[in-house]
C-alpha cells in the first residue's frame, strides 16, 4: 500500500511517500512544498493546489493520511492551515484518494504509545519503524512520515 502522508500548513507543507506491504516500510519520496511569506494568500493556496496536484500524479498513493486541526494555540495561524488543508482535501478528492485524518495526538499515542510525547521521541520511532538514522531536515515532513506510520497501523 502507498500512503501518503501529509502535514500542512499555509508555508510550509511537509508529505511522504510511504511503501508498506504489511510487514515492512519503504519511504519512497520525501519533501516539502513551501510558499512565499508575503505573497497573496490566494497565490499560496494555488501554489499548493498545485503542487499537491503534481505529487499525487507523480506517485498515485492508495491513501493519504493528513493531520487533523483539534486545537491551535497561536490563533492567527489556524485558519491559513484550515486553508491550505482544504486544498490539499480538495485535490485528494479531486483523485478519488481515500483519506485518513489524525490528530498529532493521536499519532504520537499510535507511534509511542503516549499521546503527549516531545518532537525527539516521535523521531526516534520514526527511525526504529523505517530502520534509518538518517530523516529529513524538516520537522513537517518528519511530522508527515510519523502520520504516514501512523495509517499504516489503523487502516
Known amino acids: 500500500m502507498k500512503i501518503l502522508g501529509i502535514d500542512p500548513g499555509m508555508a510550509i507543507v511537509g508529505y511522504s511517500l510511504l511503501d508498506f506491504d504489511g510487514?515492512?516500510?519503504?519511504l519512497s519520496a520525501s519533501g516539502s512544498i513551501q510558499t512565499k511569506k508575503g505573497s497573496r494568500e490566494s497565490a499560496r493556496l494555488l501554489e499548493i493546489f498545485q503542487d499537491m496536484t503534481t505529487i499525487v500524479e507523480t506517485y498515485k498513493p492508495d491513501v493519504a493520511a493528513i493531520e487533523k486541526l483539534f486545537f491551535v494555540h497561536n490563533q492567527t495561524t489556524v485558519m491559513p492551515v484550515a486553508h491550505a488543508r482544504g486544498v490539499i482535501l480538495t485535490v485528494l478528492e479531486q483523485f478519488n484518494i481515500p483519506i485518513y485524518e489524525y490528530t498529532?495526538?493521536?499519532v504520537k499515542k499510535n507511534l509511542t504509545g503516549y499521546g503527549r510525547a516531545d518532537k525527539k521521541e516521535v523521531e526516534q520511532m520514526v527511525k526504529l519503524t523505517l530502520g534509518t538514522e538518517k530523516l529529513?531536515?524538516?520537522?513537517?515532513?518528519?511530522?508527515?512520515?510519523?502520520?504516514?506510520?501512523?495509517?499504516?497501523?489503523?487502516v
Do not use: F, H
Open 23 to 26: 510487514k515492512d516500510y519503504s
Open 104 to 106: 498529532p495526538m493521536e
Open 136 to 154: 529529513p531536515k524538516l520537522d513537517d515532513t518528519v511530522d508527515s512520515i510519523a502520520i504516514a506510520i501512523c495509517c499504516s497501523r489503523s
